[in-house]
């Protein structure tokens, strides 16, 4: 598996290319959700399809949650322990979208160490249907996740999984700029 991976404070960050649903060694992974937490399609449709009917009913109970929002459901047939969805901002619309899309990985890992948990993978959210330029939004997730590694305490490893060649060669490059 192509990845590459920086230390910061007691944690991890490693981009990886990869599949959400495959990360078995990691105890969440994050949804790039829709407010109203339903199925969906894109990452979501592929998370919810791998977890079983069971976390659209968990989850919708949740919403509806707002750009930069994220909570935390079960992760039932999935391989991990939790999700935890996030909405991402539309790029065009949830202005300034560069906060609220650093809102969801910080938000995201402040319910992990709430939870205690030592790891969580991520997809690139927003950068599918909510039409977030790959080439600005991973500077602006991979420097909200480094500037919060020195502060947890639980969270050892987080991982980016990026689902294709040319958006993983655009995270590798925000990561060797950080
Ligand atoms: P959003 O609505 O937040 O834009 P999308 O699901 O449309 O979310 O896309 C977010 C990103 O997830 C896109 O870059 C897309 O290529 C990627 N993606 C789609 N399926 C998967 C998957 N199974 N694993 C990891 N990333 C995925």
Redesign the pocket.
Known sequence: MKKEQILHGKACLEVSL?????QKDMDAIAN???AFLRV????????HKAAGPELEKEAMDKGPIKPGQAVITKAYNLPNKYVIHV??P?YDRDVPHDKYLADCYSNALDLCEEYELGSIAF??????????P?EE?APVALKAIYSKMPSLKFVKKIRL????ER?YAMHIKALKEL
Not at 18 to 22: C, L, N, P, R, T
Not at 40 to 47: C, D, K, Y
Not at 125 to 132: A, D, P
Not at 161 to 164: G, K
């Open positions: 990869g599949d959400i649903v495959m790039a959700a829709n969906g399609g894109g990452v979501a449709g592929a998370i909405l991402g539309v997809p690139a959210i927003s950068t599918g249907v909510f039409g977030y790959i939004a999984v990026i689902f294709s958006d």
